[in-house]
């Protein structure tokens, strides 16, 4: 199954490798990895999207635990969360194709931020599944380039993930 | 008053109570290594190769209740410590591991000795630092000692670039050191605990199985307490021996691939298994699939969660220090009136002892040849079972487990984890530093003590009168052993043609050798060696060549499909 794991760790050089030294020295699936500093400078959060059986996931959870430089790791698939990515999708635009292109991105709540004649740089966010429906609603042919963050994730309510 | 990262290295070392660092010197310690000179506080014991400071550290660590602390150069100087470090890490030893890197300013330039240490160390220390500012050298060796030895020991490491330990800082040593991203859980469950002892109460096949974290927890008390208040039978994995009395009637010895034909039945035949600091290894249950066939329920006491439910699943969970909860157990059971049945326990027991009638240790005393398994029994016999013997990694290895009756903790060193032959000879140096009066041998084979051999010449250096127990059966005999049983008789590359003379080798490195061939002389060689009070022996003994271990289960097969010696 798919899982969301919320990481608070030190943000401190090395962090990063070590966590994602973990998931490669013992095998466990990354599907996407964010990070960024938070409110606080001295603290990063990190959404970490893994898939695995509850067992392996629970392992991943305990040894994300046991690592020195992580703060506090929680399963945001455990409960009611927001699930968001951000996703840059370059088309190519040009004669009949650029209205119709246009017209999709409304659908999808799409912006254009950048123009030229011949193509459209579009940025949508949503579940990583709305970004996945995006690309599969316009013709392969027609992507020039695509750029994704990776899920972020927060839980929804007064659930909150702080020390 | 400012001084130098190196005057304040050694002040943190001197604070900490170090009272050795076993090292070797190289370019980007140097600054370090002056002050060690000038002071005379924390002594330096020069090894001859890396790997043997982080084995004698190791070892330094395990035989007592202080910290082993290593010091090696950048580049060559870690890359040759990292086996010696993974050993320790491994088996959860704890350990503070000093690394001298080239200057900041050079850092990621290639430069001369230059090796991303923290990077290479990551996956087997505890922790790791890098300092590139002098200001936050001594709160980063706090730290280092700090996280060595709470919670799960292990190794941690601390690089220290040649400019920083040249720059000049205030210095003042912290008292504690707290880290928000640390805290493990170290008090057990009260509810879990009542849930336990309940449940052991209530078992009609109960079993004990302890492991390192026994040894490691200083719990060997505790354990016994608990174990003789119930009358239950206890295992020791081979990290935990010595965590109950061995020559106690209600040890069982030890459980797993050569583990005693009666524990292994008892581990998978029992209704209430209680795990204590022992991490279901698979060199101790066997084929995981097999284990769980057994219907019954485990109680784990770990002081790391990943350990619990990582390999079997657990159903009463209690994260804490094995000794306070062990106590906190003992309590509950004094101060309520129940006990087991006794009836239904004599009969549990009934039936172990008909497994023990098995005899699975027995061998051929009659051998015309010397037969490793008598010599470690007349070595428990002549050092009164008061020994503390390290080992190297092999048959050898497994004989020393099985039939040197360890009673008390920290006196069985080995390397179970890695399995790192090379370990003995070092180790039993930070042991015999460790513990000045003891008697201290190392049970080693052929094979191994050439893995490490260059540190006969510390001994000399430092006058450790070390008795090294060769079973030279010109063989890697573990690896014969699996070539006779599982690849047709085809022993490649298990044997060395060209063996040295171990007598000479001993003498040329300044000690005493002596050669034993035949089993009439095995008793008087250990005598005359133990008694040599001021002098390292090497004993030799040329043994039975095709001897292997027994029982065994195979890899991969069932806790109880044992192959006994019987059935050969
Ligand atoms: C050739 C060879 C053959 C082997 N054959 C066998 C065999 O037949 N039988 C056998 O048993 N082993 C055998 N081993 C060793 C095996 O590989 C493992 O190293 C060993 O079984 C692990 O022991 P353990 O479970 O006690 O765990 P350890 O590695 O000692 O781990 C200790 C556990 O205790 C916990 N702990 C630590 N401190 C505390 C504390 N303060 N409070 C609470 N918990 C704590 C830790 O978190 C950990 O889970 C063999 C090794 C070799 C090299
Ligand atoms: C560094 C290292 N390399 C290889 C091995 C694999 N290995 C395990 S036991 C063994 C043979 C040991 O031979 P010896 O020291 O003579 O002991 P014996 O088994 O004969 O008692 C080998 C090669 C190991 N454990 N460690
Ligand atoms: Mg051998």
Redesign the interface.
């Known amino acids: 199954m798919r899982h969301i794991l919320s990481i608070l760790v030190e943000n401190e050089a090395g962090a990063l490798s070590r966590i994602s030294g973990l998931f490669s020295a013992r095998g466990y699936n990354i599907e996407s990895l964010t990070v960024a500093p938070t409110e606080d400078p001295t603290m990063s959060r990190m959404t970490i999207v893994t898939s695995g059986s509850d067992d392996v996931v629970e392992q991943i959870t305990k040894q994300l635990n046991k690592l020195v430089e992580v703060v506090k790791v929680v399963d945001l698939t455990d409960g009611n969360h927001i699930e968001r990515e951000l996703m840059l999708v370059k088309v190519r635009a040009a004669g009949k194709d650029r209205d119709e292109m246009k017209r999709l991105a409304d659908i999808f709540r799409g912006r254009i931020l950048d123009v030229t004649d011949k193509s459209y740089t579009i940025e949508l966010t949503g579940t990583g599944s709305k970004l996945d429906a995006f690309l599969q609603a316009i013709e392969p042919g027609v992507i020039l380039e695509t750029v994704r963050t990776g899920a972020s994730g927060i839980g929804r309510g007064e659930r909150i993930l702080r020390i | 008053m400012q001084l130098t990262g190196a005057e304040i290295l050694i002040r943190c070392l001197q604070e900490e109570g170090v009272e050795y660092v076993f090292g070797y010197p190289g370019g980007a310690v140097l600054n370090i290594y002056d002050e060690l000179f000038k002071q005379n506080k924390v002594k330096h014991v020069l090894v001859r190769h890396e790997q043997g400071a982080l084995h004698a550290a190791d070892g330094y660590s395990r035989s007592s209740q202080k910290i082993g602390v290593a010091l090696v150069t950048s580049g060559p100087g870690v890359t040759n410590a990292v086996t010696g470090i993974a050993t320790a890490y491994m088996d959860s030893i704890p350990m503070v591991v000093i690394t001298g890197q080239v200057p900041t300013n050079a850092i990621g330039q290639d430069a001369f000795q230059e090796c991303d240490t923290?990077?290479i160390t990551?996956?087997c220390v505890?922790?790791n630092f890098?300092v590139k500012d002098v200001r936050d050298l001594a709160v980063t060796v706090k730290k280092a000692f700090y996280?060595a030895t709470t919670g799960?020991p292990g190794p941690v490491l601390v690089d220290i670039p040649k400019d920083v330990s040249q720059a000049l800082a205030e210095y003042a040593y912290p008292k504690t050191v707290t880290?928000?991203?640390?805290n493990p859980v170290t008090k057990g469950h009260a509810g879990q605990i009542k849930k336990a002892v309940q449940l052991l109460l209530e078992a009609k096949r109960p079993m004990v199985y302890t492991g390192g974290g026994i040894v490691l927890n200083d719990a060997a008390e505790s354990l016994t307490r608990f174990v003789r208040l119930l009358g239950f039978p206890c295992t020791n994995t081979l990290m935990g021996l010595g965590g109950f009395p061995a020559t106690d009637p209600q040890f069982t010895g030890m459980p797993g691939m050569h583990g005693t034909y009666e524990s292994n039945m008892a581990m998978q035949n029992c209704d209430v298994l209680l795990a204590v600091g022992a991490r279901f290894d698979d060199r101790v249950i066997g084929n995981p699939e097999h284990f769980y066939r057994q219907d019954r329920k485990i109680i784990h006491i770990d002081i790391?969660?990943?350990s619990i439910?990582?390999r079997v699943?657990v159903d009463v969970p209690i994260v804490g220090y094995v000794r306070d909860v062990l106590d906190e157990m003992v309590k509950i059971v004094e101060s309520s009136p129940l006990r087991p049945d006794a009836a239904t326990l004599k009969a549990w027991w009934g039936q172990i002892k008909e497994w023990q009638r098995k005899d699975c240790l027995r061998y051929d005393r009659d051998s015309a040849l010397i037969k490793p398994q008598f010599v470690v029994e007349k070595l428990y016999e002549i050092t009164g079972g008061d020994a503390f013997i390290t080992s190297d990694v092999g048959q050898h290895q497994m004989w020393a487990a099985q039939y040197y009756k360890f009673d008390k903790p920290r006196r069985w060193i080995n390397s179970g984890g890695l399995g790192t032959m090379g370990f003995g000879l070092p180790a039993a140096m930070g042991v015999q530093l460790a513990n000045p009066q003891a008697t201290v041998a190392c049970v080693t084979g052929e094979a191994s003590i050439q893995m490490c051999i260059q540190e006969l010449s510390t001994c000399k250096q430092y006058h450790l009168p070390l008795k090294l127990v060769n079973l030279n059966n010109r063989y890697m005999g573990m690896v014969r052993q699996w070539q006779e049983f599982f690849y047709g008789n085809r022993y490649a590359e298990s044997y060395m043609d060209a063996l040295p003379d171990f007598v000479k080798l001993a003498e040329a490195y300044g000690h005493v050798g002596v050669k034993i061939e035949k089993p009439g002389d095995v008793e008087g060689a250990l005598r005359e060696a133990f008694a040599q009070k001021e002098r390292l022996v090497f004993l030799d003994f040329i043994t039975d060549q095709t001897e292997n271990v027994f029982p065994m289960v195979p890899g991969g097969k069932g806790l109880t499909e044992m192959i006994l010696a019987e059935e050969l």
């Open positions: 923290v990077g990551r996956p505890k922790h890098l996280l799960r880290l928000r991203s640390y790391d969660p990943s439910s990582k699943k």
